[in-house]
């Protein structure tokens, strides 16, 4: 991001962001106040620091755990690796985590992790060093295991962290049968999922492909139902960024601009997302593209003609200071709190939609749900049915074809007959997923005739939710 922008980050206060939208949405419930108070509050705070060999001397490495909701268990949660973490915004994204969960109905509390480094500055046997270091200290306060905190990538880290995370508590835990089950987004090798590097910008895509096809929604924007033609700026080219533009590609909309911490570019015609990618990957920059306008900082990226802007970086990027210049009519929040309180009730009060972080993004922690069931079943989806449905549906076909006197050919047979793979149970069970939760929030929105945003929406349902299970559980009456 812009300096100016790093800057509004250090100094915000995002967990009292996260709050503000709590209390808003609160007041459309009917709970107690210390319900309330409970579901809106951390419950648990671990903050430390270790030691680290660094070349002839030692470095302190300060990092957090932090679990706010065990409501249901194990709590759920990536861990960041940033130079800009710090306590606040670790106890915020653990916030959103548990609200995320309630509105995607998945049974995970909400967690976060954060380790205050930036990777580029550290060999990866270094590297290796602070993760498994922290993996020990959170065995120590049983703040990781299958049954109790489950950590996930998150900004700055990925598989190759999990798996060094999920080989520290193997190491640690000898003979705990499910122990692979600690941690997800691991690589394939060790136990991981098909679709997990890319699901939480699948999801983001799908989220908007779900919004734009709502044909009343769409004609209060003016706009057309449907993604075909639809102008998009992403901003970030990280995991989230790049896949929800490939798949919003994809689904026929266009992407028209793209937006990175060193700058940003803009084409109304049209960017090939992996041909930037190679571009930036070639020169480190995204600035310079063949055909497109460079913008010297990231803001002025945002504030591009489009349709549908998705932040996909950090929080805090569309603020009071630029919401106005923003010409989209669409945000889908990729990552998490880009968009603050004061931001949004200036964008809704004009007309504009907002797909909230805690649903838009949920697609990451939805298919690490289905990698944490597949570690505890101990078997890959799809492994004991896929033949059996091939043997069934190639029964069918030739029954079909011996009645009829009709003939498929080859291509056809094998689609008829073809069982559903790993990847593709989990990209249906996600699409599932996403389509029911953004009707659920709709409808909410749509039938309470005084809730006033989709985010607002969305928290009633997930406090209302929340709030069940502490009932269920005897804590309240």
């Given at each position: 991001m812009a300096n100016n922008n790093i800057a509004a980050n250090q100094d915000s206060h995002f967990f009292a962001d996260v709050c503000k939208f709590f209390d808003h949405a609160a007041r459309f419930t009917h709970h107690d106040a210390?319900?309330?108070?409970?579901?809106?509050?951390?419950?648990?705070?671990?903050?430390?620091?270790?030691?680290?060999?660094?070349?002839?001397?030692?470095?302190?490495?300060?990092?957090?755990?932090?679990?706010h909701s065990q409501h249901q268990s194990p709590t759920k949660g990536g861990i960041r690796y940033s130079e800009m973490v710090n306590e606040d915004e670790v106890m915020a994204l653990a916030a959103l985590m548990t609200y995320k969960c309630a509105i995607v109905n998945v049974p995970f509390g909400g967690a976060k992790g954060g380790i205050k480094i930036n990777p580029k500055n550290y060999t990866t046997l270094e590297l290796e060093n602070i993760t498994r270091r922290y993996t020990v200290e959170l065995i120590k306060k049983n703040f990781i295991?299958?049954?109790?905190?489950?950590?996930?990538p998150d900004y700055?880290?990925?598989?190759?962290?999990?798996?060094?995370?999920?080989?520290?508590?193997a190491a640690m835990n000898p003979g705990q049968l499910d122990a692979m089950g600690a941690v997800t987004g691991k690589p394939l090798a060790l136990h991981g999922i098909h679709g997990r590097k890319e699901a939480t910008g699948r999801g983001v895509a799908i989220a908007i492909r779900e919004c734009v096809s709502v044909a009343e929604d769409m004609q209060k924007l003016g706009l057309k139902p449907g993604l075909s033609g639809k102008r998009v700026i992403v901003q970030g080219l990280g995991n989230v960024g790049y896949h929800s533009a490939k798949?919003?590609?994809?689904?026929?909309?266009?992407?028209v601009g793209l937006c990175e911490f060193e700058g940003a570019i803009y084409n109304d015609n049209g960017l090939d997302v992996d041909a930037v990618f190679q571009h930036r990957k070639a020169t480190g920059s995204i600035l310079n593209f063949p055909g497109a306008k460079s913008f010297a900082h990231s803001g002025e990226g945002l504030e591009q003609e489009c349709d549908i802007l998705v932040p996909a970086a950090l929080e805090n990027q569309l603020t009071i200071h630029n919401i106005r210049n923003i010409k989209a009519k669409i945000i889908a929040e990729g990552a998490n709190g880009p968009t603050t309180p004061e931001a949004e009730a200036i964008f809704s009060q004009?007309?504009?939609?907002?797909?909230?972080?805690?649903?838009?993004?949920a697609g990451g922690v939805t298919v690490s749900y289905f990698e944490w069931l597949k570690n505890l079943s101990h078997v890959a989806f799809g492994r004991m049915s896929r033949r059996f449905e091939e043997n069934s549906n190639l029964n069918l076909v030739n029954t079909v074809e011996s009645i009829t006197g009709i003939s498929l050919s080859p291509d056809q047979r094998a689609s008829i007959i073809k069982g559903a793979s790993e990847l593709e149970l989990v990209n249906s069970g996600l699409e599932d997923?996403?389509?029911?939760?953004?009707?659920?929030?709709?409808?909410t929105f749509k039938n309470s005739g005084e809730i006033d945003t989709l985010r607002t929406a969305a928290f009633v349902g997930a406090i209302n939710k929340i709030?069940?299970?502490?009932?269920?559980?005897?804590?309240?009456?």
């Open positions: 210390g319900l309330l108070d409970q579901i809106k509050s951390c419950n648990s705070v671990y903050r430390f620091r270790f030691p680290m060999r660094k070349g002839d001397g030692f470095e302190v490495i300060d990092a957090w755990r932090v679990e295991g299958p049954s109790v905190d489950v950590p996930a700055g880290s990925g598989e190759r962290e999990m798996s060094w995370i999920a080989d520290t508590y798949f919003l590609t994809e689904f026929g909309a266009t992407v004009g007309g504009g939609i907002i797909i909230p972080d805690m649903y838009c993004n997923t996403m389509i029911r939760s953004y009707h659920e929030i709709r409808n709030a069940v299970s502490y009932q269920n559980l005897g804590v309240w009456p």
